[in-house]
Nanobody, 122 residues
Framework: QLQLVESGGGLVQPGGSLRVSCTVS????????IGWYRQAPGKEREEVAC????????YYADSMEGRFTISGDNAKNTVYLQMNSLTPDDTAVYYC???????????????WGQGTQVTVSS
């Protein structure tokens, strides 16, 4: 069993930056994929950025590439999403999720965090 806990959400002005974190606890995995997803009110959940330990590959959604960066700290079992140049369209609940088969940005990952609200508004 694994537990994922996000933190770091909040209110930020347009053009600003924010970093959200996801700390993973529980079983140790040799291979996995972990990523960030988001869901805005009235919209479907979408992938934001993902990483697979199987081959080191990363994926960014088109609208996030160049603005968002996924990174990790293995010593802290934590994955980060650095978000820059935020716009009101980035307002959403941001979730981290983990796939034990290592499938990057899996549509059905095995574990989810509870989510953290990011609001971009002046």
């Amino acid at each position: 069993q694994l537990q994922l806990v996000e933190s770091g959400g909040g209110l930020v002005q347009p053009g600003g930056s924010l970093r959200v974190s996801c700390t993973v606890s529980g079983d140790t995995l040799d291979y996995y994929a972990i990523g960030w997803y988001r869901q805005a009110p009235g919209k479907e959940r979408e992938e934001v950025a993902c990483f697979s330990s199987t081959d080191g590959s990363t994926y960014y959604a088109d609208s996030m590439e160049g603005r968002f960066t996924i990174s990790g700290d293995n010593a802290k079992n934590t994955v980060y999403l650095q978000m820059n140049s935020l716009t009101p369209d980035d307002t959403a609940v941001y979730y981290c999720a983990l796939d034990v088969a290592g499938r990057v940005c899996s549509p059905r990952p095995d574990y989810w965090g509870q989510g953290t609200q990011v609001t971009v508004s002046s």
